[in-house]
């Protein structure tokens, strides 16, 4: 049996059994900033090894209703492998429940913000969601691992980078420029969330808010009047490792040139292997199906299903454990 230890953070768990750290790190900003580029393209990077699969819930305007969950190993440190758990959370101010959720027992955040000029408002408030639902997380803003990404750099009207230091107020935390569609500062990105999240651990820093209320269940039924159309309808993709070929990231500067994308070649090659799982019309015209065909067609359905499941109990496993050692700390 595995032995898990507790560790001064809200979601770090050290298995002594196999040497592994397993920390969270979640991707914060306003709706279609770049957060779920950043994961599809840490996907992508042939360099990065050892990634499960990615499992992302969103809209036909590829906007994510939910989250993307991509576990993945960096490497060992300190004779400890080190596994990042990523996810991002929607940006719509209507899913605000989701984003609440998916920030339980976070170890790191990088908040994606739009470099646009157009976005400053919209930057400051979901800066300022992130503030209060991390309180409501009882986690301190001020102590959790914290790196901020200017992206969209390679589009014109920009923001200069001091500009937007000057209402993000980053403070002492690392500030990234980046491109995400191109790759660029994507790596840079996770690079300083992980070291910013290995520097916590060491100096054992508990980012967590003891004299906030105990922590209840989100309301998942919160919809904000918004109607399914709104949003468009939501579409479960899971990707496996089987991934294009990609051109390798930068190494934490910038270059960004706008008609020059490393992976459109790559992506015009080869389709990433994507099981989609989408509603048929039920006013539809009847058609004649091969049996044999619609069998094979929902074995591989159900195959893919199985898979989603599989990887989504054992980060309710992670959670349920994490949820037990706080618990305990709480007694």
Known sequence: MPV?????????????????????????????????????????????????????????TDRTLFFDFMPMELGTIGGQKVRVQLYTVPGQVFYDATRKLVLRGADGVVFVADSQDSMKE????????????????????????????????????????EEMKAYLQPGDAPVVEAAAITGAGVTATLRAAVARILEN??????????????????????????????????KLTMKSDAMPEAAPFDTGELA????????????????????????EDPFAA?????????????EELLANARAIVATLETALQRARESERVLAARLK
């Open 4 to 60: 898990i230890v507790e560790f001064p953070s809200p979601m770090v768990l050290i298995n002594k059994a196999i040497n592994e750290v397993t920390v969270k790190l979640v991707y914060y900003g306003p709706g279609l900033c770049g957060k779920t580029t950043n994961l599809e393209k840490i996907y992508g990077n042939p360099k990065l090894e050892n990634k499960g699969k990615m499992i992302s819930m969103s809209t036909e």
């Open 122 to 161: 919209s930057n400051l408030d979901s800066l300022a969601n992130l503030r209060t639902n991390l309180r409501i997380n009882r986690l301190d803003p001020e102590k959790i691992a914290l790196v901020f990404q200017l992206n969209k750099r390679d589009l014109p009207n920009v923001a200069s980078v």
């Open 201 to 234: 651990l060491k100096n054992h820093v508990d980012a967590t808010l003891y004299d906030e209320p105990p922590l209840a269940a989100p309301d998942m039924s919160q919809k904000a009047g918004v109607a399914q159309h709104s949003a468009g309808t939501p």
């Open 256 to 279: 960004v040139q706008v008609d020059e994308d490393p992976f459109e070649a790559a992506i015009a090659e080869a389709e990433p292997e994507v099981a989609h799982i989408e509603f």
């Open 286 to 298: 009847p058609v004649v199906h091969d049996e044999d065909r619609e069998r094979a067609e929902l």
